[in-house]
């Protein structure tokens, strides 16, 4: 089992930036892909960006490609996310999520663990 604790969110003007931190705990060393989502309100989870364990192949959703990053750090057991030039349409829940296996996927259903999500809100 794999716990996982999101930090970083908050209130931030259109074309600011934030970082998002996902630290786990638990079993952590296990062969595991992870993957940053979000939720608005009203709208299904949606996929945002995923990195394999060993940090060579991140993916990103075509809405967040070219302002978002995403990195891991297995020594500190934490995932980030580098949000720059935020819409107000980036405004949600923003979860991270793990599987016991090397390759992403781009469906939630597809992962094994959770964190409760940030909140980042997007003004403008």
């Known amino acids: 089992q794999v716990q996982l604790v999101e930090s970083g969110g908050g209130l931030v003007q259109a074309g600011g930036s934030l970082r998002l931190s996902c630290a786990a705990s638990g079993r952590t060393n296990s062969n595991y892909a992870m993957a940053w989502f979000r939720q608005a309100p009203g709208k299904e989870r949606e996929f945002v960006a995923a990195?394999?364990?060993?940090?060579?192949?991140?993916h990103y959703a075509d809405s967040v490609k070219g302002r978002f990053t995403t990195s891991r750090d297995n020594a500190k057991n934490t995932m980030y996310l580098q949000m720059n030039s935020l819409t107000p349409e980036d405004t949600a829940v923003y979860y991270c999520a793990a599987r016991d296996t090397i390759v992403v996927v781009v469906m939630a259903s597809g992962y094994d663990y959770w964190g409760q999500g940030t909140q980042v809100t997007v003004s403008s």
């Open positions: 990195i394999t364990r060993s940090g060579s192949s991140m």
